[in-house]
C-alpha cells in the first residue's frame, strides 16, 4: 500500500454520522438490501475492495434470510480484511469469504464471480480514469445476467492526482456502463464532504467469462 493513503484511519471518517462517507454507507446498504429483496433464492455477492466490509456485513447481519447469500470480500490490506472476517464471525453470517488479495489481479476473482450483486464502492475516485473505464469494461465478466452493480464516485477532490478528474466525471462513468451492457436503476448525489454519489445498474447483457487480462485491471493512487 506504499504510496497510498492509511486505509485504516480512513475508516474513522465513518465514525461522523454526518460525514459524505455515512451518508454513502446508508445508500449503499439500503441499496444492498433492495438487490437482495429483488432477488429472491441462492444468491451471491462480490465486494472489490471492500475495507472492513461493513456495508455488505451490516446488511447481511440485519437480513432473516442471510443464510441463502454467500458473500466473497476482496480486499488487499490484511488487517482490514481481517476485520471484516471477525465482523462477519461476530454477526454468526457462515457464507462470508474473505480474501486478502490484490482485486487488480483477475485471479482474485476466481470462484468468486460471476456474482448477482457486485459492490464496486470506494473504487472510483481512487484510480486512474483510464482504470475506471477497463473496471466498467471488465464490470460483465463479474456479473451473472441480472446482477445489480452498485459504484461509487465523489464529485469533488481536494487534491490533484495523476490521471485522476477533479470534479464530476459521473456522467461519464454512467455512459460506460450503459455501453457495457448496463441499465441505470438509480443515481444519487449529496452535497456534503467530498459531493458523494453513488449509482445502481442492472446487467442486461449475457453471460461472460472471466477472461485473464495482461496488465492490472486498476491500480490505486492514493
Ligand atoms: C476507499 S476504501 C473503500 C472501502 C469500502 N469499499 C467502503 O466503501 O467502505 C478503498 C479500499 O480499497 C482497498 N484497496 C486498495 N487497493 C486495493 C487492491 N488493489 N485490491 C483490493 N483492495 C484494495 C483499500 O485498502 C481500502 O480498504
Not at 466490509?53 to 441463502?68: I, M, N, P, S, Y
Not at 445489480?148 to 461519464?172: H, I, K, Y
Not at 454512467?174 to 448525489?189: H, I, L
Amino acid at each position: 500500500m506504499t504510496g497510498t493513503r492509511d486505509y485504516q484511519d480512513w475508516h474513522r471518517r465513518y465514525d461522523d454520522p454526518r460525514s459524505g462517507l455515512s451518508w454513502r454507507l446508508r445508500r449503499v446498504r439500503r441499496h444492498l438490501h433492495g438487490a437482495l429483496d429483488e432477488r429472491a433464492g441462492d444468491r451471491r455477492v462480490l465486494s472489490v475492495c471492500a475495507g472492513d466490509g461493513r456495508d455488505v456485513l451490516g446488511v447481511l447481519a440485519e437480513r432473516a434470510d442471510a443464510d441463502r447469500v454467500s458473500a466473497v470480500l476482496l480486499e488487499l490490506h490484511p488487517e482490514l480484511a481481517q476485520r471484516a472476517r471477525d465482523a462477519a464471525d461476530a454477526a454468526g453470517l457462515a457464507h462470508v469469504e474473505v480474501r486478502a488479495v490484490d482485486a487488480g489481479t483477475v485471479q482474485a476473482y476466481a470462484g468468486a464471480a460471476p456474482a448477482d450483486v457486485v459492490v464496486l464502492v470506494g473504487i472510483f475516485g481512487n484510480i486512474a480514469d483510464a482504470d475506471v473505464w477497463r473496471v466498467i469494461g471488465v464490470a460483465p465478466q463479474l456479473c451473472r445476467p441480472g446482477a445489480a452493480v452498485l459504484w461509487s464516485r465523489g464529485r469533488r477532490f481536494s487534491r490533484e492526482l495523476p490521471g485522476v478528474t477533479a470534479g464530476d466525471l459521473n456522467d461519464e462513468v454512467r455512459a460506460r456502463f450503459a455501453d457495457a451492457g448496463f441499465e441505470e436503476q438509480a443515481y444519487e448525489t449529496h452535497d456534503g464532504g467530498g459531493r458523494p454519489a453513488v449509482g445502481v445498474v442492472r446487467y442486461a447483457g449475457p453471460a461472460v467469462d472471466l477472461r485473464p487480462a495482461p496488465a492490472p485491471l486498476f491500480t490505486f493512487v492514493r
